[in-house]
């Protein structure tokens, strides 16, 4: 399967700054990528899914403005933090898909921030 | 809208103890279903996945079978080893745009 990788793997921040995380395809050409987030003992919750070279269609109840994702390339997409607050503290995740719904995920490691 | 529920854990077992991780799903149409696991570390890996009921997933040794008439898809494996400690996610893929839906998670750990 796809390897896919996430940098950084942790990041501490103060509230207030924002964080990009990318999201990197090492040897897949993700047409679709995905962003979740995970709260201790809870389920991956998607927040945004994009296609390269269109804008992210986020899920309801996630702040576009607030996350932002750009996937500028079949083998990269970013997210960023904007305005980073302690409740945004959590583990995100990235997942690629190469073609239509029916095509299998591939997911990155995780980066978890925390937001001081 | 579409969910999944699977068993809390963490779970802990004596190596060669039976699993069973329960998982159940409401969704409507026939959606396809999976289980994925995340060694320490890592990423999501996917480890089986049935797409229409009756249909039995299998890998390495576990087993799921999609059971339409309770919508569940219980893991199990007949004999654990130390090497399948991680956290075993179940997922259905539904929905014009096939996102994944993901159960809490349980963690399993093997003990020798």
Same mark, same amino acid.
């Given at each position: 399967?796809?390897?896919?990788?996430?940098?950084?793997?942790?990041?501490?921040?103060?509230?207030?700054?924002?964080?990009?995380?990318?999201?990197?395809?090492?040897?897949?050409?993700?047409?679709?990528?995905?962003?979740?987030?995970?709260?201790?003992?809870?389920?991956?919750?998607?927040?945004?899914?994009?296609? @390269?070279?269109?804008?992210?269609?986020?899920?309801?109840?996630? @702040?576009?403005?607030?996350?932002?994702?750009?996937?500028?390339?079949?083998?990269?997409?970013?997210?960023?933090?904007?305005?980073?607050?302690? @409740?945004?503290?959590?583990?995100?995740?990235?997942?690629?898909?190469?073609?239509?719904?029916?095509? @299998?995920?591939?997911?990155?490691?995780?980066?978890?921030?925390?937001?001081? | 809208?579409?969910?999944?529920?699977?068993?809390?854990?963490?779970?802990?077992?004596? $190596? $060669?103890?039976?699993?069973?991780?329960?998982?159940?799903?409401?969704?409507? +149409?026939?959606?396809?279903?999976?289980?994925?696991?995340?060694?320490?570390? $890592?990423?999501?890996?996917?480890?089986?996945?049935?797409?229409?009921?009756?249909?039995?997933?299998?890998?390495?040794?576990?087993?799921?079978?999609?059971?339409?008439?309770?919508?569940?898809?219980?893991? $199990?494996? +007949?004999?654990?080893?130390?090497?399948?400690?991680?956290?075993?996610?179940?997922?259905?893929?539904?929905?014009?745009?096939?996102?994944?839906?993901? +159960?809490?998670?349980?963690?399993?750990?093997?003990?020798?």
């Amino acid at each position: 399967g796809a390897v896919v990788s996430q940098h950084p793997s942790w990041v501490i921040c103060k509230s207030g700054t924002s964080v990009k995380i990318e999201c990197r395809s090492l040897d897949f050409q993700a047409t679709t990528m995905f962003w979740y987030r995970q709260f201790p003992k809870q389920s991956l919750m998607l927040m945004a899914t994009s296609n @390269e070279g269109s804008k992210a269609t986020y899920e309801q109840g996630v @702040e576009k403005d607030k996350f932002l994702i750009n996937h500028a390339s079949l083998t990269l997409s970013t997210l960023t933090v904007t305005s980073a607050h302690p @409740e945004d503290s959590s583990f995100y995740i990235c997942s690629v898909r190469g073609g239509g719904a029916s095509y @299998e995920q591939f997911f990155g490691p995780g980066t978890r921030l925390t937001v001081l | 809208g579409d969910s999944v529920t699977q068993m809390e854990g963490p779970v802990t077992l004596s $190596e $060669e103890a039976f699993l069973t991780i329960n998982c159940t799903y409401t969704a409507t +149409g026939y959606p396809s279903l999976f289980w994925y696991v995340q060694y320490p570390g $890592e990423g999501l890996q996917l480890l089986l996945k049935a797409t229409k009921a009756d249909d039995k997933g299998s890998n390495k040794g576990f087993e799921a079978t999609y059971r339409k008439e309770t919508t569940s898809f219980h893991l $199990e494996k +007949g004999s654990v080893q130390v090497s399948d400690s991680a956290v075993y996610f179940c997922a259905l893929r539904g929905g014009s745009q096939g996102n994944l839906i993901f +159960g809490k998670g349980t963690k399993l750990s093997v003990k020798p």
